[in-house]
T-cell receptor
Framework: DQQVKQNSPSLSVQEGRISILNCDYTNSMFDYFLWYKKYPAEGPTFLISISSIKDKNEDGRFTVFLNKSAKHLSLHIVPSQPGDSAVYFC?????????????FGRGTQLTVWP | EPEVTQTPSHQVTQMGQEVILRCVPISNHLYFYWYRQILGQKVEFLVSFYNNEISEKSEIFDDQFSVERPDGSNFTLKIRSTKLEDSAMYFCASILDIASYEQYFGPGTRLTVT
C-alpha cells in the first residue's frame, strides 16, 4: 500500500537556506493533504495542510505547494533553522474514506546544520 | 494548549500476553484513532472510532485488537494475545469533528513484545 510516497529518506540543508521536501500520491480520491513534523520520542505534530481546491498554502516560513495533475506536493521551509531538524511526514485524506483516515508516507529526515 | 496523552510511554510484554494501551483524547474531540509505526516503517492506520462504535478499521486490526471508550475520557486499545510483530509505536489521535482534517496525535506508547 504505497498510496503516499516520500522518495527521499533524508535531506541535509544549511541553516538559512531553503528546505524542499517532496511527496507523491497515487489515489485520485485524496482531497486534503497534511504535513506533520515528528521529533524522536514524540508523536507527529501537525504543521500545515492544503485542500485540493488550492495550489498553495503559506504559514510563516512554511509553504505547501500542490500539483494535482502530477499528484505531487512539496513543503518549502524558508529559511531553514536547526530546530527544524525532524522527520517530516506527508499525509493524505479523502472524502471517500470515512472519518478522516490518514494515509502517511514513510517520512523524510531533515537535518539543518549551522 | 490541550493535548492528547498516552500511557504508558513504554510497555514490555511477553508474547501471548494481553496489553491495554491508554489514551486521553482532547476533551471536546469526538473522533478517535489508533495508528502504529513499526520501526523504520510508515505510520499506519489501525482504527477509527466515533459515537462508541468503530467507524473504520484496517486489515491490520484483526480479532486480536479491540478498542473501547469506557468512561467518556479514556480511549483504549487492547491486544489480546500479543505477537512479536506487534512491537511498534502506537499513536492515539483525535479530531474535533469530521470537518476538521487535522488530527492531533499523542506522544505514543512503545510496545515491545519479547
Amino acid at each position: 500500500d504505497q498510496q503516499v510516497k516520500q522518495n527521499s529518506p533524508s535531506l541535509s540543508v544549511q541553516e538559512g537556506r531553503i528546505s524542499i521536501l517532496n511527496c507523491d500520491y497515487t489515489n485520485s480520491m485524496f482531497d486534503y493533504f497534511l504535513w506533520y513534523k515528528k521529533y524522536p520520542a514524540e508523536g507527529p505534530t501537525f504543521l500545515i495542510s492544503i485542500s485540493s481546491i488550492k495550489d498553495k498554502n503559506e504559514d510563516g516560513r512554511f509553504t505547501v505547494f500542490l500539483n494535482k495533475s502530477a499528484k505531487h506536493l512539496s513543503l518549502h521551509i524558508v529559511p531553514s533553522q536547526p530546530g527544524d531538524s525532524a522527520v517530516y511526514f506527508c499525509a493524505a485524506n479523502g472524502r471517500g474514506s470515512t472519518l478522516g483516515r490518514l494515509y502517511f508516507g514513510r517520512g523524510t529526515q531533515l537535518t539543518v546544520w549551522p | 494548549e490541550p493535548e492528547v496523552t498516552q500511557t504508558p510511554s513504554h510497555q514490555v510484554t511477553q508474547m501471548g500476553q494481553e496489553v491495554i494501551l491508554r489514551c486521553v483524547p482532547i476533551s471536546n474531540h469526538l473522533y478517535f484513532y489508533w495508528y502504529r509505526q513499526i520501526l523504520g516503517q510508515k505510520v499506519e492506520f489501525l482504527v477509527s472510532f466515533y459515537n462508541n462504535e468503530i467507524s473504520e478499521k484496517s486489515e491490520i486490526f484483526d480479532d486480536q485488537f479491540s478498542v473501547e471508550r469506557p468512561d467518556g475520557s479514556n480511549f483504549t486499545l487492547k491486544i489480546r494475545s500479543t505477537k512479536l510483530e506487534d512491537s511498534a509505536m502506537y499513536f492515539c489521535a483525535s479530531i474535533l469533528d469530521i470537518a476538521s482534517y487535522e488530527q492531533y496525535f499523542g506522544p505514543g506508547t512503545r510496545l515491545t513484545v519479547t
